[in-house]
């Protein structure tokens, strides 16, 4: 059985490494793992921190569904004990990204629209302002992000000072923070941050909602300034809702993509409420056809063929709503560094106001606010 785990929250992601097939089997079988919350110094609550080998009681924990079960059925025994406040399915992780093929003569157009170069004549971000990327690893030897990497994290094995290294991940982390001093490749939005990576996948690109609620705990306990989370899930999670309003009532911005599938379903955690929703647009300014809509998308950014970092020091694109929210963290660190009295709900109202507004007159559910504008929000 999988060792139980301190969670704060639970979150169901969106990875597009699944294929298809291996999409309709876990749909057919169901979820493989459970997350419960148990009631408030219950016996159950403190069995789970003896299992996870911590001091404190436990309150939440992931648990395998025994062979033979179902999760449904497992969620039932569960409840029946009267120790728990509530069970759900610990559903799969998946990266909101499309791969492209690289063509390196390109150059990272998104710094044009979003006016990068004028916002950095007042700063290029800071040392002080962390951005936690909780992703699936990332290249900490890159030339672009060795010296914008701290404190590493795997939250698979619990263990801090090294990490896999993560195709999407790296991209993402370029795009925030990469060099743009080195004179090679190209440069990230916010290029004087520092990046926390957080491992929450396999070497398979398999990671659970209990596995994203750990990472999300432990860029709380780190102090951050900002989380990234290029991923997601069509599957709300009340765990994950709870650990994402405690890291916001922490002070931090929380930035989410908002899925890649071209609907106007709910996506999560880019729907829950104070999470920035970020969805994806072109180099001309017009929605990504794969973006997803809705009531609940906050600001556009580009996202269709950014170049950023790849593992073993290459540099390339890729596509998603998971490019896009990278930028916007980017612009968000931006900000904090500018003005770091600013609260995360100061940061969030200043990167609505500053967009540039497109489509419908005012917010509208393709572009939310607009498509964020780097110079504009530091000038405000």
Known sequence: MKKTISLFLVLPLLFTVFTANENRVFAEKGPQQVIVKYKENSQSAAAAAQ???????????????????????????????????????????????????????KLQYHHQKIETAAAWNQTKGSADVVVAVIDDGMDLLHSELANQFIAPYDALNKQAGTISPGFHGTHVAGLIAGSADNGTWGAGVAPHTKIMPIDVFDDGGYAYTSDLIHGIEHAIAAN??????????????????????????????????????????????????NVISVGAVTNNDTSSLFSNKGPSIDVTAPGTDVYSSLPNNLFGPLSGTSMAAPIVSGVAALIKADQPSLSN???????????????KAGRDDVYGHGRVNARKALKN
């Not at 033979?68 to 029946?80: C, N, V």
């Not at 709900?345 to 489509?359: A, P, R, W």
């Open 51 to 105: 299992s996870a080998n911590q001091n404190e009681k436990a309150e939440m924990a992931a648990l395998e569904v025994p062979a033979g079960e179902t999760a449904a059925s497992f969620m039932q025994e569960l409840k029946a004990k009267g120790e728990v406040e509530f069970v759900e399915p610990d559903y799969r992780i998946e990266l909101a990204y499309t791969p492209n093929d690289p063509e390196f003569a």
């Open 345 to 359: 709900k100061e940061i969030e109202k200043l990167i609505f106001s500053s967009s540039d507004d497109l489509g």
């Open 224 to 273: 951050v300034d900002i989380i990234n989370m290029s991923l997601g899930s069509y599957y709300y999670s009340k765990a994950l809702d709870q650990a994402i309003q405690q890291a916001h009532k922490e002070g931090i911005v929380i930035v989410a993509a908002a899925g890649n599938d071209g609907t106007r379903s709910a996506h999560y955690p880019s729907s829950m409420a």
